[in-house]
C-alpha cells in the first residue's frame, strides 16, 4: 500500500526558501518516477514537477520553471521540492504522488505572506 507522508511548509515571506520533503513506501521507490502537486481552495490540482526514477530526468510547470527544484534520495526513500523566490501566488497545499498510482498523502501547507 503507498504511503507518502509530506513534511516542510510553513509561512514564508515573499522572496524566501522553503524545502518540502516527501517520505514515500509500501512500493519500490527507486523506480518510480514521483511528481508534486499542489491546491488551493475552489482551484483543481497543479502539476508542479516531476523526477525520473533514478532522478536523471525532471520537468517543471510554467509557474515554477526557474524557481523551484525537485530532486530525490533514493536510499531514503524521500522526494524533496526546494522552492526559492516564493511568490504569495504559491500559497497552496503541496502533496506528492507516485506517477501512475492512485492516492495522495495529508500535504503540507506552504503559505507565503509578508
Known amino acids: 500500500q503507498v504511503q507518502l507522508v509530506e513534511s516542510g511548509g510553513g509561512l514564508v515571506q515573499p522572496g524566501g526558501s522553503l524545502r518540502l520533503s516527501c517520505a514515500a513506501s509500501g512500493f519500490t521507490f527507486s523506480r518510480s518516477a514521483m511528481s508534486w502537486y499542489r491546491q488551493t481552495p475552489g482551484k483543481e490540482r497543479e502539476w508542479v514537477a516531476s523526477?525520473?526514477?533514478?532522478?536523471?530526468?525532471?520537468n517543471y510547470g510554467d509557474s515554477v520553471k526557474g524557481r523551484f527544484t525537485i530532486s530525490r534520495d533514493n536510499a531514503k526513500n524521500t522526494v524533496y521540492l526546494q522552492m526559492n523566490s516564493l511568490k504569495p501566488e504559491d500559497t497552496a497545499v503541496y502533496y506528492c504522488?507516485?506517477?501512475?498510482?492512485?492516492?495522495w498523502g495529508q500535504g503540507t501547507q506552504v503559505t507565503v505572506s509578508s
Open positions: 523526477i525520473t526514477g533514478v532522478g536523471s530526468t525532471t
Open positions: 504522488n507516485v506517477v501512475g498510482r492512485p492516492g
